[in-house]
């Protein structure tokens, strides 16, 4: 069965800690993306692959990285330096048309301990 | 700059229709979406639009007019089921090409 999973489902961080997050796909698609939604938000774009080993920062990137090392996998990394990170995460993934949706993954719940 | 309107809550009944409502002023257009996302769960793909005109997908439609920058979800025969947030979003074109721009949604709410 072809989709997108982020794992884990629930993360907790600590002060000062990074964390990292997992989205890997096996719809062979060519374009990643990273989201992120707080409650009654619509999804901002924290960073963007459209090919493999390059990516774009989207509208809200300071205090996140990534990379795309491998077509399946897009890997979030928050960092410290994001002061306010819990939040809804969504990884979406897309085939290279412009009819094309963009496919869900699950999301990962974010939150400070 | 990017801006997509839509009413943050609507309410309806079982049975009836509602129209859900989304504009846009974008720097490119190059196609429309809406999706549906329930509570704690994943946004899923309702419909597509690109050229002007109605697209009909059993209970769901969806209307695009570029020149009036707006789009409009129609829902028919409405179930409790459906009791969800509505989301528009708006694809770009050249540099952003294959990034959505996404309202806040709309949170539906559909009562017996």
């Known amino acids: 069965d072809g989709g997108i999973t982020q794992s884990p489902k629930y993360l907790f961080r600590k002060e000062g800690q990074n964390v990292t997050l997992s989205c890997e796909q096996n719809?062979?698609?060519?374009?990643m993306y990273w989201y992120r939604q707080d409650p009654g938000q619509g999804l901002r774009l924290i960073y963007y692959s459209q090919i493999v080993n390059d990516f774009q920062k989207g509208d809200i990137a300071e205090g996140y990285s990534v990379s795309r090392e491998k077509k399946e996998s897009f890997p979030l990394t928050v960092t410290s330096a994001q002061k306010n990170p819990t939040a809804f995460y969504l990884c979406?993934?897309?085939?290279?048309?412009?009819?094309?949706?963009?496919?869900f993954g699950d999301g990962t719940r974010l939150s400070i301990l | 700059g990017q801006n997509i309107d839509q009413p943050t809550e609507m309410t309806a009944t079982e049975g009836a229709i509602v129209q859900i409502n989304c504009t846009y002023q974008?720097?490119?257009?190059?196609?429309l979406f809406w999706y549906q996302q329930h509570a704690g769960e994943a946004p899923t793909f309702l419909s597509y639009?690109?050229?002007?005109g109605l697209e009909e997908k059993g209970r769901f439609s969806s209307f695009l007019s570029r020149s009036k920058g707006y789009s409009y979800l129609l829902l028919k025969e409405l179930q409790m089921k459906d009791s969800a947030s509505y989301l528009c979003?708006?694809?770009?074109?050249?540099?952003?090409?294959?990034?959505?721009?996404f309202g806040r949604g709309t949170q539906l709410t559909v009562w017996p």
């Open positions: 979406a993934s897309s085939a290279d048309r412009g009819d094309q949706p963009q496919h």
């Open positions: 974008t720097s490119g257009f190059n196609g």
């Open positions: 639009n690109v050229l002007d």
């Open positions: 979003a708006v694809r770009g074109r050249g540099s952003t090409l294959g990034r959505l721009y």
């Open positions: 719809l062979n698609h060519d374009a």
